[in-house]
């Protein structure tokens, strides 16, 4: 037997739906990224280069430029750690990217 032909609003929500699930994975599978969670933080030699790393860094729910809106000085478990506050200039989802500053030692 045949499905029965959506209609189209039916079928708009389905893609609604299906696109907030994929969204939904992709903000999940973003915290496994280095800088995205404080426990993957990124490691600068210098605060001057927090915001140039954070800019080099693309939205991973469009991959779209990311704009510093501000940068900070946190302390998260026992951990100083640098804070950008970042936004994407083509979807707008704001985010927080995490930097360690003191890069490891070569030797």
Same mark, same amino acid.
């Given at each position: 037997?045949?499905?029965?032909?959506?209609?189209?609003?039916?079928?708009?929500?389905?893609?609604?739906?299906?696109?907030?699930?994929? $969204?939904? !994975?992709?903000? %999940? @599978?973003?915290?496994?990224?280095?800088?995205? #969670?404080?426990?993957? +933080?990124?490691?600068?030699?210098?605060?001057?280069?927090?915001?140039?790393?954070?800019?080099?860094?693309?939205?991973?729910?469009?991959?779209?430029?990311?704009?510093?809106?501000?940068?900070?000085?946190? $302390?998260? !478990?026992?951990? %100083? @750690?640098?804070?950008?506050?970042?936004?994407? #200039?083509?979807?707008? +989802?704001?985010?927080?990217?995490?930097?360690?500053?003191?890069?490891?030692?070569?030797?």
């Amino acid at each position: 037997m045949a499905k029965k032909k959506l209609s189209a609003r039916a079928a708009r929500r389905e893609i609604d739906r299906t696109s907030a699930k994929l $969204t939904r !994975d992709i903000e %999940r @599978l973003a915290q496994l990224e280095p800088g995205h #969670s404080p426990g993957r +933080a990124i490691a600068l030699d210098a605060a001057s280069q927090v915001e140039v790393a954070a800019r080099s860094i693309p939205c991973p729910r469009c991959r779209g430029a990311l704009r510093m809106e501000d940068h900070t000085a946190e $302390t998260l !478990d026992g951990v %100083r @750690l640098r804070v950008a506050q970042v936004a994407c #200039s083509a979807c707008g +989802a704001r985010r927080k990217l995490y930097f360690r500053l003191g890069a490891a030692a070569l030797n």
